[in-house]
């Protein structure tokens, strides 16, 4: 596998899942309720072992997984992605005990989590959150508020980020492994323009327990960055899947769809509009692939290239959902429609995980101190002298 190509038998896995999520998983997508956690769908998600492969897969596999799903059902992409967004810090940083009690659940589809990190003042600036974790004899109690949450409120546990440390950013804060059960903990669900079971939840003075402690106290900003430099490359791939659904359908329709006496694709225009789009995707899934090979392969830079990969993902498959709504023309607009369904589903991925303004931040601040690194070291390299000619004792040139 290189960074650029895909073998035989990961491409027929795509195809595989593809067909898979359009055949089994849409309809009972379709089944449920907009908003809502749609259990028989995770359950199918379980059923099929997805997301027990999920869990098992390094970035490359997870990107291919979302990328083939949301080809197929977005809905299905987003209920696996938004299961393993609030688990994965259980199997990365929990212990044992941590990850017998909730693990096997959430692989079987049985057990929904959630992914608490936003606030309603900290979003973009996750350090700056301020759900306090206040000392207790036993532990500590949360109290705050927590929106824009995967899952909430009918999740059977968070991951919940809080802060420990009053003054310390991102060094202050914790993370904890919440039940849904506890006292104190309720919720809202948020009506969004793509019905994604999202909300928020409120603490008022929930308990908890070193046992919940995921990591360790005041390292908690380390386990959220290494759950979203994982599935960041993958939302890239996420925004992918979508755009290769839109671009499908646009090829279908121009090429039996006729205007002034001749398919829609001999029009000069519209074919070279099609042709973009297909350049723009294929670029895009391969700067995904390459980040999320990355990722796997340990190399250096992967923030950079994770928002590099998410940026250039979500901002082209907004352009080629754009641009297929206006070749379909009206009818792309009817309620129920596959375009009108990328069209609100497309918008999410450029805000949530760092809005394409963060990823911009973030790219800048990796290049501008890779440069500086490089200047230290040239200022510290001794300049050699040139050798000299044995046979002149003259420096040589």
Request: proline content about 7%; some cysteine.
């Amino acid at each position: 596998m290189t960074a650029f190509s895909l073998e035989p038998e990961q491409t027929a896995w795509c195809e595989e899942l593809r067909t898979l999520a359009e055949e089994r998983l849409r309809p009972l997508a379709e089944k449920g309720e907009p908003g809502r956690v749609n259990r028989p769908l995770l359950a199918a998600l379980g059923e099929l072992g997805l997301l027990d492969r999920m869990f098992g897969s390094g970035a490359l596999e997870l990107c291919l997984l979302r990328e083939s799903l949301a080809r197929g059902c977005t809905e299905a992409e987003t209920a696996l992605a938004l299961q393993g967004l609030g688990t994965t810090p259980v199997v990365r940083a929990g212990t044992p005990a941590q990850r017998e009690r909730w693990l096997p659940g959430v692989r079987a589809g049985r057990t929904v989590a959630a992914f608490a990190l936003s606030e309603p003042g900290a979003g973009s600036d996750a350090g700056a959150l301020s759900l306090a974790a206040e000392p207790t004899p036993g532990g500590w109690r949360l109290t705050g508020e927590k929106c824009w949450i995967s899952n909430a409120p009918e999740a059977d546990f968070a991951t919940v980020f809080a802060r420990t440390t009053p003054g310390a950013g991102s060094r202050g804060i914790t993370a904890f492994l919440v039940p849904a059960d506890r006292p104190g903990l309720t919720g809202q669900p948020l009506d969004m323009l793509s019905p994604h079971p999202i909300g928020t939840l409120e603490f008022d003075g929930v308990p908890v327990t070193a046992d919940d402690v995921l990591g360790e106290p005041d390292r908690g900003f380390r386990v959220a960055m290494d759950t979203l430099n994982l599935f960041r490359p993958s939302v890239g791939a996420f925004a992918v899947g979508m755009a290769r659904a839109a671009l499908d359908a646009t090829v279908a329709h121009t090429a039996r769809r006729t205007a002034f006496g001749a398919p829609l694709s001999d029009l000069q225009a519209v074919s070279h509009q099609v042709a973009e789009m297909a350049t723009r995707t294929e670029a895009a899934r391969l700067l995904v692939f390459a980040a999320a090979a990355a990722y796997d392969a340990g190399e250096s830079g992967v923030p950079r290239r994770a928002a590099m990969a998410k940026l250039y993902a979500t901002e082209t498959a907004q352009y080629v959902v754009d641009t297929a709504v206006q070749l379909h023309g009206a009818r792309a607009l009817r309620r129920g429609h596959l375009l009108e369904h990328l069209y609100r589903e497309v918008r999410a991925p450029r805000i949530y995980e760092g809005a394409s303004e963060v990823q911009r931040a973030i790219i800048a601040k990796e290049l501008y101190a890779t440069a500086a690194a490089r200047q230290a070291e040239a200022r510290q390299t001794p300049v050699q002298e040139p050798a000299a000619d044995p046979r002149t004792q003259e420096p040589t040139v």
